[in-house]
């Protein structure tokens, strides 16, 4: 579902990378001075703000909010299928649990899945990737083999057969949803390295004798930043998303506060049939918030990176900054960067 | 090989098949052929040609960027292919040095220009510590003429012009203190205006620093401009080599010619070109016998498109490879002729 | 011709790796399928020991060493023999997944070929229109639509349209008063039963293919032969579908023909939640029942399809795209 | 445009205008996106269309619509022997198969069915059936001595056939003979009266047709032949019909023209239907009933949960210190809130269960003073001293073991089955209130499994075993017959390792005696030995789920009529089944469905064993 979302970001930035060799996508976020590049554009899109504010909101739920919640989410306080009350915003649930303990305690298992496993499949992806696409040859023939078959092994008939197999548990979760999900960001990775390694700065670098790893880790992977943080992005809202799911099936912990589970009990106990709709509310809308935000800060790195989906009031905002032309055409305002003399 | 001479760098026969990447296709791009030249010390040996003629491939195989098919690289009397089969050393890096043709991509957009040039110093230990490192980043990019150097260490790509840009170049090259130079097209990006500039650069550095350069261009006015010896390549192969200022008097090969032909020339006014050439450069995938240029040549000969021709010598240090020259087979091989005297 | 070799040597190697991670899998996890069945056999009570071999047996479950068991599994694999399934008994697998395929594949199709078509021509659109109204709202909404987790969206739906309001039925492929045959009211039953798990499905899968095609149009807009046709002086439709669209479809339809083989697993929440008797259900429900057998027959199934839907995409697209041939 | 082409081709085709190929090809011309196109326009109207003619058909047939099985699709199999795990359409046992005595777990009692009666010789050594006569199976052949022997030999001869509870009793059997064509003996090579209830519960199938049978084993019965009720009307993946036998040999019965069985493949589709009033009986757990199903419709919706299922416990480890201390597991006990437990998580569907561990089913043979042993009532301070007596003292908030470590244990629990997972949960709490901690472990239920049978667990929730009798409880939890050691998975009961020499004692003694008052004496000997050694603690009776909905029919167990269970896996469904009736019509000197006969009486074998010849 989301996946597709990311398929297309990744695709485009891919592609960006290939038509747009000298374009700010490789300009890495390195030094404060450098912010107002891509950085400093994304904080100027109303999409990236929207989105990074979503998420910070969450992450900030999620860090601090167990101090802050009025109940141990695990604790039976009151009669169950409450509606929203003063001493219970949202409710209580089919226990008497109450439902805004366990939204935002919910939080924190969530985002840690979610960004434990965007990490992790973040690294694989780059090693891997990177592996692949910078040593060419057999060992990519076999890479590349080897990402294609588990790209093109369906994901989630899998990850259900595994999280069958595994006790349930948050690690379980974590393992599973890491095996199925690094492949994509290998594969971005792979072409994206593929067409690096062929630049002059990387023959340069050769030429003065650097090493195949420092090459690869110091003059490579910085041009691809914004490639990894979109993947790592992509990443943390599949994670989000597969293990709500797995916990949705009964897959999981039940006894782990998360929204996945908070969703399963809501179920378990025929939320919908009594009119409790306040137990499905948030955490549902929680995980769709949280994928809306990474989808949009993701959906600005692609435009902010890829000059040519830029709009026109964007461009026309980094006009007014810097001195630069503009080549009026229907579909693309392309900003050439006046930097020659 | 002449004794009297000191050769830097002697190339002998060296060749270069891509396969086409198929993995049932046999056919192979016969990117460089048979070539052999030599660089005398504190001297500028120039190889011109059209782009695709293979004289970037020729660089960067003496650079060891890619491993030739077959043939020799001689550098101080050694065959560095022979003797550093896996990869070129790093005395040998140190020693042979590349300045690439495209300004904007030889420089990692990731990187400020002190960390570009501080890496080969700080790889081929040629400072100790940190204070002399700084000291020296400064002083080579005061000596390509990028001052004020201590603001200029600390800018990205980005932030240079092209010809600014290429200066950095050429300070990285040098920071190793190397004993050649392979500058591939190292003007052809920039402004014409700033050109002269380069070029004067890598004059300068010949004369006084004792380095030698091998010159690739595909103008051949600036090679009479800057080169003592020009070699002129034509679809992977040598065609000719003489004297840089006889070669642009007294030109031999129809190739060459229409070279010179293509340059205004501001004495001999408007006038058309007598050569014109006609047909396309031949396919490099497994070339017919017969001289390559036979198709566009204006002297051609049925023997051209059976037989290729040998190196004739017809003057001092002026050898040609055409069939309008000597009897075919009995001319002396071009190495020899072409020891620039 | 050798490109097509090279992707036909490559599905083969991906055929048979999924086959040995299908067979290796459950045999490398705690429970393997020797022992669930035993487990199973025995929480129903006081079983002798002969009984429980010969139940085994006829279960197919076998005690001979992994890499014999291996090459047999690979034999009847590709004899179309999946075994017996334990939940289903005495029923092949074959003959349980027969029983679904059908309602997948008329569900999931439908429902892939109009998400695919209203998100293609809104992307068109979109980015025809570049920064129009449309075109800032349309994304931002449905990437929202695509983040919503299905498996909460759709019993919403349900619960709403088929239980509160009663206008689609709430369960099944089509009424159970109906057998299946040819007739008018059969059609419109099965239709009737498509519309909400078809609708729930497009929902949150409509964004996918707006973005993509929005940001493959916008690449091809700026191409020079597209300001040619403009220049030419053609009708705007005629250059946003002649010219633009036609030509975004290519690299929208390798992701047209990845979704195509995903369909079969993708149906597994819809079908769980809008009680549709496909594949994803008896997915889940092998699961549940710790039907390995039929576990397995499924994955091998839904994997072949993905294969193979990427296989024929592959020769499709030299055909259209002769760029590719020269690999 | 396009529906009313399909529309109209469809209408060539059902008036044989066109052939099937003809109409496959004029829809492909019409291309895929017909189905599509009319799908906007066609379904509002369709759909509710075929909603009013689904209603209509069913009601004009009358049938009684009914759930049992959670499918998705149903595959066509009446193999009511089959092996166990198989995929058995429900029905097939007591429904379309009948069985010699329908046992009423809820009055205690065996109602006579294809027997009329039964019974021990005096060593209890021979169990003799008499069978009904005058019955045929519903292709119109005789029932006979020769169908029971003849089944029971298959069972013998096949080791994957589970039948229904019969192979248990063949442990004890020797042969199966016939005496006379209504006249059965099993010969008892090992005395176990409790068999009695196994083989009276053993369906019956007909000799004349699986004699011709293959394999029992794959066969699937597409067609079943049987004494019930009901016959095979109409099968397909998403439904089956069954339609009354005309010639039941109960005259007058069933009273209602068929039963409908359409596939739920969930309990949200199955909930749905309950509240939509599309199905008249199920059993099904649905939580908080009278707020979610009968406030609906309290006229006519309505449930029956009789606390007669299993106990569900909480089992601790015999061989792993320091459960092997009677005191400790009764302290463990005490600290149990089972109110909670079965208000929370069992919506107060049942109630807290007694120091004998027994169900509702034995309220009437329950021991007065075994039953009041007072450790299953919450005493956090008794359950404090207890433990405290036995040395496991308190550091900062938890105890420490004897192997001094903190007292702290996995509480196992299958993954998925929500309500033991809850009840874990709140046992978890309340175990912290006297220094025990519990961390609840969801596993598979394979890997759950394993672990109990292994012994490799210290605490977890569990079922109870119950049959007929008291026996199972017994010899499942205290007795040497179901001991294994630490490490053997043939554990498949006895998990907590517990043995009692007074109890096996006990256990012989009342299985060879077959006068029910005498062996109910035995084992109140054995809830006695219970009371006191507390093998676990049990938290509640299984309630038995039962639902049903009175627009249509009437005549179901309810709480006011309690004449069974109203759960319809069970063989009282026969029972039910024979006694519902259309809504408003009561049938005159309408009565739950009980077969004359004499039931379980003494049955002198000699006669016949001497003169016995073994059947085919």
């Known amino acids: 579902m989301s996946s597709s979302l990311n398929t297309t970001l990744s695709n485009a930035q891919t592609e960006a990378a290939a038509t747009s060799p000298e374009g700010p996508k490789n300009q890495p976020v390195r030094k404060a001075k450098r912010a107002s590049g891509v950085v400093g554009l994304l904080l100027q899109n109303r999409k990236a703000s929207i989105g990074a504010f979503i998420v910070v909101f969450y992450v900030l739920v999620a860090a601090i909010g167990p101090y802050l919640v009025p109940y141990d989410p695990t604790e039976i306080v009151a009669r169950r299928h409450m509606p929203p009350s003063w001493e219970h915003w949202f409710g209580t649930d089919g226990y008497g649990k109450d439902v805004l303990s366990q939204t935002v305690v919910g939080a924190r298992s969530s985002l840690a899945t979610g960004f434990i496993v965007g990490a992790i499949v973040t690294v694989i992806g780059i090693l891997i990737g990177m592996t692949a696409g910078y040593m060419r040859g057999r060992v990519d023939d076999f890479l590349s083999t080897v990402i294609n078959i588990v790209l093109i092994i369906p994901g989630l008939p899998l990850l259900i057969v595994l999280a069958a197999f595994l006790p349930a548990g948050f690690w379980s979760i974590i393992f599973v949803l890491s095996v199925t999900g690094w492949a994509w960001g290998a594969r971005v990775l792979r072409s994206q390295t593929m067409s690096l390694r062929e630049k002059d700065f990387v023959a340069s670098a050769v030429t003065v004798g650097e090493g195949k790893l420092r090459i690869m880790l110091r003059e490579i992977l910085p041009n691809m930043m914004s490639i990894v943080v979109a993947g790592f992005f992509g990443a943390v809202n599949y994670a989000i998303g597969a293990q709500a799911g797995l916990e949705f099936l009964g897959l999981g912990n039940p006894s782990n506060i998360s929204w996945g589970n908070n969703l399963y009990w809501a179920q378990n106990n025929s939320a919908m049939l009594v009119g409790a709709w306040w137990t499905l509310i948030p955490s549902g809308l929680s995980i769709a918030l949280v994928a809306f935000g990474f989808s949009m800060i993701n959906y600005a790195i692609d435009e902010v990176t890829n000059p040519r989906l830029r709009s026109q009031r964007q461009t026309a905002q980094i006009l007014k900054g810097q001195p630069a032309k503009v080549r009026k055409s229907r579909a693309t305002p392309v900003l050439m960067e006046g930097t020659e003399g | ?341 | 011709m050798s490109y097509i070799i090279r992707r036909a040597i490559f599905y083969l190697i991906a055929a048979w790796a999924s086959i040995t991670l299908n067979f290796f899998l459950p045999r490398m996890m705690p429970g393997d399928p020797g022992s669930v069945l035993l487990a199973k056999l025995r929480g129903q009570g006081d079983i002798r020991p002969e009984t429980i071999e010969a139940m085994m047996k006829a279960y197919g479950v076998s005690d001979d060493p992994l890499i014999v068991q291996y090459f047999g599994y690979m034999r009847n694999i590709l004899r179309g023999e999946f075994g017996v399934s334990t939940s289903w008994f005495p029923a092949a697998v074959s003959e349980v997944i027969r029983t679904g395929l059908i309602w997948t594949i008329i569900l999931m199709g439908t429902a892939l070929l109009i998400s695919f078509g209203i998100g293609s021509v809104l992307g068109v659109i979109g980015a025809w229109k570049r920064g129009s109204w449309m075109d800032n709202v349309t994304p931002p909404v449905f990437v929202f639509l695509g983040s919503l987790p299905y498996f909460w969206i759709a019993p919403l739906l349900l619960f709403a349209f088929a239980f509160h309001f009663n206008w689609f039925p709430a369960r099944h492929a089509y009424n159970t008063d109906l057998s299946p045959n040819f007739s008018w009211s059969f059609i419109s039953s099965v239709i009737g039963h498509m519309i909400l798990p078809v609708i729930s499905i497009v929902i949150v899968s409509i964004g996918g293919w707006l973005l993509g095609m929005r940001n493959t149009m916008i690449a091809i807009l700026s191409e020079d032969y597209v300001t040619m046709a403009e220049a030419k002086g053609l009708g705007s439709r005629r250059v946003m579908f002649g010219y633009g669209a036609r030509n975004a479809m290519l690299p929208t339809l390798t992701s047209f023909g990845m979704s195509l083989g995903f369909i079969l697993s993708g149906s597994l929440f819809t079908e769980m939640v809008f009680a549709y008797p496909g594949l994803g259900y008896l997915l889940i429900s092998s699961v549940r029942n710790l039907d390995y057998p039929l576990m397995q027959g499924l994955f091998m199934m839904i994997t072949f399809a993905v294969l193979i839907a990427n296989f024929i995409i592959d020769i499709l697209y030299v055909r259209l795209d002769p760029r590719i041939r020269e690999g | 445009m396009r529906e009313s082409k399909i529309l109209s081709i469809v209408q060539d085709f059902e008036q044989g205008k066109i052939s099937r190929r003809e109409l496959g090809k004029r829809f492909a011309v019409l291309g895929a996106g017909a189905s599509v196109a009319s799908l906007a326009v066609a379904t509002g109207s369709a759909t509710l269309g075929a909603r009013l003619v689904a209603a209509q058909s069913a009601s004009e047939k009358g049938y009684l619509t009914c759930n049992n099985e959670q499918q998705a699709t149903y595959i066509q199999n009446f193999n009511p022997l089959g092996p166990a795990g198989g995929s058995i359409r429900w029905l097939s046992q007591f429904g379309i198969y009948e069985q010699l005595f329908v046992w009423n777990a809820l009055t205690n009692t065996a109602t006579p069915w294809l027997a009329t009666s039964w019974g021990f010789n005096a060593d209890s050594s021979v169990l003799t059936f008499k069978l009904r006569e005058g019955i045929t199976w519903n292709d119109g052949e005789a029932f006979n001595a020769d169908d029971v022997v003849y089944t029971w030999k298959l069972l013998q001869s096949n080791d994957s056939l589970a039948g229904n509870g019969g192979r248990t009793a063949l442990q004890n059997i020797d042969d199966i003979v016939k005496v006379d064509d209504y006249t059965v003996q099993f010969l008892f090579h090992t005395i176990n009266t409790t068999s009695v209830y196994e083989v009276g519960g053993q369906v019956i199938v007909p000799e004349h047709i699986w004699s011709t049978v293959d394999d029992p084993v794959t066969f699937t019965n597409e067609t079943p032949v049987g004494t019930g009720a009901w016959m095979l009307d109409r099968f397909e993946a998403q439904i089956y019909e069954l339609k009354a036998n005309e010639n039941y040999w109960q005259e007058g019965r069933p009273y209602i023209p068929g039963l409908r069985m359409p596939a739920f493949p969930s309990n949200d589709s199955i909930y749905l239907a309950w509240l939509n009033g599309e199905v008249d009986w199920g059993g099904n757990f649905i939580p908080d009933i009278d707020n979610v199903y009968v406030a609906k419709d309290p006229d006519h919706f309505g449930y029956f949960f009789p606390s007669t299922g299993a106990v569900v416990a909480l089992y601790m480890n015999h061989e792993v210190a320091p459960f092997d201390d009677p005191n400790v597991r009764k302290a463990v006990s005490m600290a149990l809130d089972r109110d909670q437990i079965v208000n929370i998580a069992m919506y107060d569907y049942t109630h807290p269960a007694d120091t004998t561990g027994l169900s509702d089913a034995f309220d009437s043979v329950k021991d007065e003073e075994a039953k009041n042993a007072g450790w299953t009532t919450r005493n956090v301070d008794e359950a404090n001293r207890l433990l405290d007596e036995a040395g496991l003292t308190k550091d900062g908030d938890w105890r420490v073991g004897p192997d001094g470590n903190k007292m702290s244990y996995e509480l196992n629990v299958v993954s998925g089955w929500s309500d033991w997972v809850q009840s874990c949960e709140l046992m978890a709490g309340h175990l912290k209130e006297v220094g025990i901690e519990a961390v609840v472990t969801p596993y598979d239920y394979t890997p759950w499994f394993e672990r109990l049978s292994l012994g490799n667990f210290t605490m977890t929730i569990g079922w109870g075993f119950q049959g007929p009798t008291q026996l199972n409880h017994f010899r499942s939890l205290m007795s040497e017959r179901s001991y294994y050691p630490i490490g053997d998975n043939r554990a498949g009961e006895n998990w907590i390792r517990s043995k009692d020499a007074d109890v096996d004692a006990l256990i012989d003694q009342a299985m060879a005696v077959s006068d029910t008052e005498e062996q109910n004496a035995i084992f109140a000997q054995m809830q006695k030995r219970f009371a006191e050694l507390a093998p676990c603690a049990p938290l509640f009776p299984g309630p038995m789920w039962g639902q049903f909905n009175t627009q249509r029919f009437e005549g179901f167990p309810n709480k006011d009529d309690q004449y069974s269970e109203l759960s319809p896996w069970q063989a009282i469904l026969a029972i039910i089944l024979n006694t519902v009736y259309p809504a408003g019509s009561q049938p005159d000197g309408w009565a739950p469905a009980a077969p004359e006969g004499e039931g379980n009486v003494p049955m002198e074998a000699d006669p016949y064993t001497s003169s016995a010849t073994p059947a085919a």
Not at chain 2, 23 to 43: L, Y
Not at chain 2, 64 to 91: C, F, H, M
Not at chain 2, 213 to 225: G, K, P, Q, V, W
């Open chain 2, 1 to 341: 090989m002449s004794e009297q001479r000191d050769l830097v760098l002697d190339v002998q026969h060296l060749t270069k098949h891509f396969p086409m990447g198929g993995m049932r296709d046999a056919r192979k791009v016969h990117a460089v052929e048979d070539v052999t030249f030599s660089i005398p010390r504190t001297e500028i040996v120039t190889l011109v040609g059209e782009s695709g003629s293979g004289k970037s491939t020729t660089a960067r195989l003496i650079s060891r960027l890619i491993e030739p098919t077959s043939g020799e690289v001689i550098y101080n009397g050694t065959d560095v292919l022979k003797s550093q089969p896996r990869g070129a050393s790093l005395d040998y890096r140190g020693d042979v040095q590349m300045v690439f043709q495209d300004p904007f991509g030889s420089l990692n957009p990731a990187h400020t220009i002190g960390y570009h040039i501080e890496r080969p110093l700080l790889i081929h230990k040629k400072v100790s510590g940190r204070k002399e490192l700084r000291e020296r980043v400064l002083d080579l990019l005061n000596t390509v003429g990028l001052g004020p150097a201590e603001e200029t260490a600390e800018k990205f790509p980005y932030e240079l012009s092209g010809g600014q840009r290429q200066r950095v170049g050429f300070a990285r090259a040098l920071s190793v203190e190397p004993k050649v130079i392979l500058a591939d097209e190292p003007v052809s990006m920039l402004d014409v205006s700033i050109r002269v500039g380069v070029l004067n650069l890598m004059k300068r550095l010949a004369d006084d620093s004792g380095l030698s350069f091998l010159y690739i261009t595909h103008d051949i006015a600036s090679a009479r401009y800057i080169s003592d010896h020009t070699n002129v390549m034509y679809a992977g192969r040598m065609v000719e080599g003489a004297p840089s200022d006889e070669l642009v008097h007294e030109p031999a090969h129809p190739y060459t010619r229409l070279l010179l032909s293509a340059v205004p020339n501001p004495h001999a006014g408007l006038r058309t070109q007598e050569t014109v050439a006609r047909g396309e450069i031949p396919s490099l995938i497994d070339p017919p016998p017969g001289c390559p240029f036979a198709a566009r040549c204006p002297h051609v000969m049925p023997v051209c498109r059976e037989v290729m021709p040998n190196a004739v010598t017809i003057a001092p240090n002026h050898w040609v490879r055409c069939h309008l020259y000597g009897d075919g087979g009995v001319s002396p091989l071009p190495t020899a002729a072409n020891s620039v005297g």
